[in-house]
């Protein structure tokens, strides 16, 4: 197929800083992927215990929802631009940290967790500083093909990082002579170096200032925070269908997510390795990114709330399957299932969220959204750790996904949700 032709399907590319931006993505998440199954497949080796593995999303939540709105105030006050290249930098060197201390052998439960704290505040501030610049990116006609390959980098990355940490852990790392980088440590390592392709994209693009309809609406002292803070809860309180739209998302995940769970699937219940672990992890993003790849090239969908309502009654159901599976390969395909539903909402939600939303409050609005968005999988991976320390794996992953199922029926009874249009008017 000519390159002409992809290019009138992926209309997003056709912009060099959207380009950039999405290349650059596309290698930091992969990087991040990967560093983010070398911490749970450590912390599962150090403790043995489902409940300290579902710590590390519940510790890393903690500073999300504190900082998020101040935040995304500061996200519609500044050049967005600096705001990433600053959080992308100290990413980097929570990474470069990781590795330093898993190499010399000194690690401990309390650093990982640390770090991970800090980790949950840097991507408070960027998270929504990003939300709110993506959309300055193309011209509003062609954002949802921007969500949608958005998306399938995400889920490339998702694919490939689970992989890339279980073959760099399986093979010990690597060894060049006089200087050896153990396994988990080399993954540490690796993230950091994929962070410079996101430093680069942020340097080389133009000054992102949010768009300010007349001088009053710039923050002037530190007490006007609290009221721009309180503009953004308004308007989402306001706007049932933004609101609807994070909410499903926020309880289908505090119920459906499990993958703290995943290592002692692995292990425990069929009896493999850390080869098993990110094989079901890369089943999910497998998933993920084929559901976005085919999104990338369809017309938008018109009725983009019921589709997200379907697409978490799937979500729920794979997952209740998988919880008692006995086949692997099954186990596989269902939580592909998982990740193409996940993907699906993912990019109709963002849609609806980022097209009602205007461009002065989008920080602030991001700001909402992360913190739902974070803290949904996050403390559902420290619910599923806890139940499952108790009643077992496979019930608490069943109660999740029997959970999902009730949140789309009770959200399908949302009108504003259900009967949602898309239009870029």
């Known amino acids: ?67 998020s709105l101040p935040a995304g105030v ?8 600096k705001v990433l290249l ?16 898993t190499m010399s052998g000194a690690v401990q439960l309390w650093h990982i967790y640390l770090l991970m704290a800090i980790t949950g505040a840097l991507r408070a501030f960027d ?11 193309v011209p509003l ?11 399938v980098a995400w889920r490339i990355s998702e694919v490939g990082g689970p992989v890339l940490m279980g073959v760099m852990v399986y093979r010990g790392g690597f060894d060049f002579g006089a200087f050896a980088v153990p396994g988990l440590a080399s993954c540490y390592f690796f993230n950091a170096l994929t962070f410079l392709a996101m430093i680069l994209a942020y340097w080389r693009m133009p000054p992102h200032l949010p768009e300010f309809e007349s001088e009053s609406e710039r923050i002037q002292s530190f007490g006007e925070i609290l009221p ?25 995940t505090f119920f459906s997510t499990a993958d703290a769970l995943l290592p002692f699937y692995a292990t425990d219940i069929f009896g493999r390795d850390v080869s098993a672990f990110s094989q079901m992890q890369a089943a999910i993003a497998v998933g993920s990114f084929l559901a976005a790849l ?30 008692f599976c006995p086949v692997y390969w099954l186990a596989l395909v269902l939580l592909a299932m998982t990740g193409a539903a996940d ?24 700001a909402v959204a992360g913190i739902l968005q974070r803290s949904g999988p996050q403390l559902g991976d420290y619910e599923a750790g806890f139940v499952g320390e108790r009643l077992g794996v496979r019930l608490s992953v069943l109660l999740g996904g029997i959970a999902c199922l009730g949140i789309a029926g009770l959200w399908y009874r949302s009108k504003a949700l259900r009967e949602y249009e898309h239009t870029t008017k």
Do not use: C
């Not at 959207?18 to 998440?29: C, P, Q």
């Not at 500061?74 to 050049?79: E, F, G, P, S, T």
């Not at 998270?127 to 990116?137: D, E, I």
């Not at 309180?237 to 909410?247: A, I």
């Open 74 to 81: 500061i996200a519609d006050q500044l050049d967005r631009r």
């Open 127 to 137: 998270m929504p500083a990003r939300h709110a610049l993506v959309p300055r990116l």
């Open 343 to 366: 993907s699906v909402s993912t990019i109709w939600r963002q849609t609806i969220r980022q097209v009602r939303t205007p461009d002065r409050l989008r920080g602030r609005v991001g």
């Open 294 to 323: 085919v999104m990338s090239v369809l017309r938008p969908m018109r009725k983009q709330g019921l589709g997200v309502i379907f697409a978490v009654a799937i979500y729920g159901l794979a997952t209740a399957l998988f919880a």
């Open 86 to 101: 600053a959080t992308q930098l100290g990413l980097l060197g929570v990474a470069v940290a990781l590795g330093w201390i």
């Open 1 to 67: 197929m000519r390159p002409m032709h992809w290019l009138r399907r992926l209309p997003a590319l056709r912009y060099r800083t959207y380009r950039e931006f999405f290349a650059g993505s596309a290698l930091s998440n992969l990087g991040a992927f990967a560093q983010s199954s070398a911490v749970i497949w450590q912390v599962a080796e150090m403790t043995g215990s489902p409940e300290a593995v579902g710590m590390i999303p519940l510790i890393r939540v903690v500073p999300t929802i504190l900082l």
């Open 141 to 151: 006609r062609h954002f949802p093909n921007a969500v949608t390959l958005n998306s």
């Open 228 to 252: 721009a803070i309180r503009e953004g809860l308004a308007f989402v309180r306001k706007n049932n269908v933004v609101r609807s739209s994070m909410l499903i998302d926020f309880w289908a």
